[in-house]
């Protein structure tokens, strides 16, 4: 390659992903998801912590509540990934920041580094207040009712892992991580990077979930995002993951077509990833 073509390939990869700064109303709006999001959930756990003895919680139902919280994060987190993944491209103006940032990912994973938690968190906040919100209110119509304390105490660990999920994926890319989060990795409680390679090093079609990989473990195997894919090309006739395809095609960076995925995953097993 000539000095100039590799000039012009660096630059490419320089404004291929280039975006607008955020504007203050952006700013505005992702202070506002934050605050928000944080003033419901801290009402809803000092109204269980205000009405424990009413509702004699069990130990092991607090247990379930917080796991099944750290479930559904995971969970949220891979349908998030998934849906960018495979169907967003960048002229959808709502979404066009965050399909150029996964874009950039898939080509230079390292660049997520360049992003600021403030950024992801304002956005990741408004999805959380999705389900916060029913959950507050819930705890006002069957304020007598042990159920909803259930909820919130699920909320408890859903709404920060949900809100910090881009952190925990950060985690699953740093070469080095502090001992008490390589502890949490090691034990399947955060994303652990050999999980979440497994995104990277095939067709960004598997190991979708970036909180701590359970739901991939599970509804993953059973072929959750293979199910919504068949459902979703079924009805509207859009082809999986066609941008994110184009983008590694004008990268220069390998594809695998979709047809040979069975193939693919034999290869994997073999490896161990
Ligand atoms: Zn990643
Ligand atoms: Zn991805």
Redesign the pocket.
């Known amino acids: 390659m000539s000095p100039a073509h590799a000039t012009r390939r660096a630059h490419d990869a320089e404004d291929a992903f280039r975006v607008e700064p955020y504007s203050a109303k952006e700013l505005r709006f992702h202070v506002a998801g934050a605050a928000l999001n944080a003033a419901v959930v801290v009402a809803s756990l000092a109204w269980v912590i205000a009405t424990w003895e009413r509702h004699a919680i069990a130990w092991w139902g607090v247990l379930l509540a917080l796991l099944a919280g750290a479930f559904v994060a995971d969970l949220v987190s891979g349908l998030l990934h998934w849906a960018f993944d495979t169907w967003f491209n960048e002229n959808i103006p709502f979404v066009r920041r965050m399909v150029l940032q996964v874009r950039e990912?898939h080509i230079y994973?390292q660049r997520?580094f360049d992003i600021h938690f403030t950024h992801d968190a304002g956005t990741l906040s408004w999805i959380s207040l999705i389900f916060a919100a029913p959950v507050a209110a819930w705890t006002i119509f069957d304020a007598d009712s042990a159920l909803p304390v259930y909820a919130v105490l699920a909320l408890g660990s859903f709404s920060p892992l949900l809100v910090f999920m881009l952190e925990t994926?950060k985690c699953?890319?740093r070469s080095r991580n502090p001992l008490a989060v390589r502890l949490l990795q090691k034990s399947g409680v955060l994303l652990s990077p050999s999980h979440?390679m497994r995104?990277?090093c095939g067709n960004h079609d598997v190991n979708y979930c970036?909180v701590n990989g359970w739901a991939d473990r599970t509804l993953g195997r059973l072929g959750l995002f293979r199910g919504l894919e068949w459902v979703v090309e079924r009805t509207t006739g859009a082809r999986p993951q066609r941008d994110d395809h184009e983008w590694l095609r004008r990268f220069g960076r390998q594809v695998h077509p979709r047809q040979a995925q069975p193939e693919r995953a034999r290869q994997l097993r073999q490896r161990g990833t």
């Open positions: 990912h994973p997520i994926h699953g890319h979440h995104h990277h970036i």
